[in-house]
């Protein structure tokens, strides 16, 4: 049995990373989270004052900056030059500036590399925004998972409550829809459905359904 590569991209808060972590353990691969590796990248600009949209400086700290995923329960730990940045990366202030950092050439280059490498093997599930395109071109399986804005609003609304968070619902659609905005709509590696993705809605699907059709088209590649 071949160890597949599977890419899994999508707009913001559509699922992805929740169930490309079931798909993964389902099958014994490894789960990659690109969206943590850029924002990893945007929490260290910040710490060293480095500007958002700098894309030489940005490339420079690249060059030196350690990042490394450490498993863990319920969610994979992130590591910056040795400090846990899990938590720190989640926040608003990342959330909402991430955007101008991945639309920097230098950064796109530099952490498609690192995925690249990390996928090398297959066994391997992968989320972000340009694995099937860009990333992993040649990955079996690849799913573009959708869902409505308001769908998607709604469920981060539901996980900022349970984490004690008090954004309004219609703030999260409004960052939502900006951040697929810019996400679509920069010059490198946009987001956006490869030729050969399949397309998934989950708008009306649960967690579980949802996995179980990425499993259905996993059997049927195999
Ligand atoms: O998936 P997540 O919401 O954590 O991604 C955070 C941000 O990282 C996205 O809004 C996008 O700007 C960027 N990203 C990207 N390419 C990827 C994964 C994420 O540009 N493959």
């Known amino acids: 049995q ?10 913001a808060s559509a699922g992805k990373s929740t169930v490309a972590k079931l798909v993964a353990k389902k ?11 850029y924002r990893a990248t945007t929490w260290k600009a910040l710490q060293m004052g480095v500007s958002l949209d700098d894309d030489q400086a940005l490339g420079k700290m690249l060059e030196t900056m350690e990042l490394s995923f450490k498993p863990n329960e319920p969610e994979q730990l992130v590591f910056v030059d040795g400090t846990d940045v899990t938590t720190a990366i989640r926040l608003p ?13 230098s950064v796109r280059k530099n952490l498609t590399e690192r995925q690249q490498q ?10 972000g925004r340009d694995i099937g395109t860009t990333v ?25 409550q ?6 309004p619902l219609a703030k999260l659609e ?23 993705a399949i397309l998934l809605d989950t708008t009306s699907l649960d967690i579980a359904q949802a996995t179980d059709e990425i499993m259905k088209i996993v059997k049927n590649t195999e």
Request: glycine share 6%.
């Open 174 to 196: 409004a960052e939502i829809k900006a951040r697929d905005y810019k996400d679509s709509h920069r010059e490198v590696s946009p987001l956006i459905k490869a030729d050969d």
């Open 162 to 167: 349970a984490k004690g968070i008090d954004t």
């Open 2 to 11: 071949t160890k597949m590569q599977i890419a899994i991209d999508g707009p």
């Open 118 to 127: 990390i996928a090398s093997e297959g066994g391997i599930v992968m989320d």
């Open 93 to 105: 202030e990342i959330t909402n500036n991430v955007s101008l950092v991945s639309a920097q050439p």
């Open 136 to 160: 992993l071109p040649n990955a079996q399986v690849k799913i573009f998972l959708v869902a409505s804005v308001h769908e998607r609003a709604l469920r981060r609304f539901k996980e900022n």
């Open 27 to 37: 099958l014994n691969y490894i789960y990659c989270d690109t969206g943590a590796m």
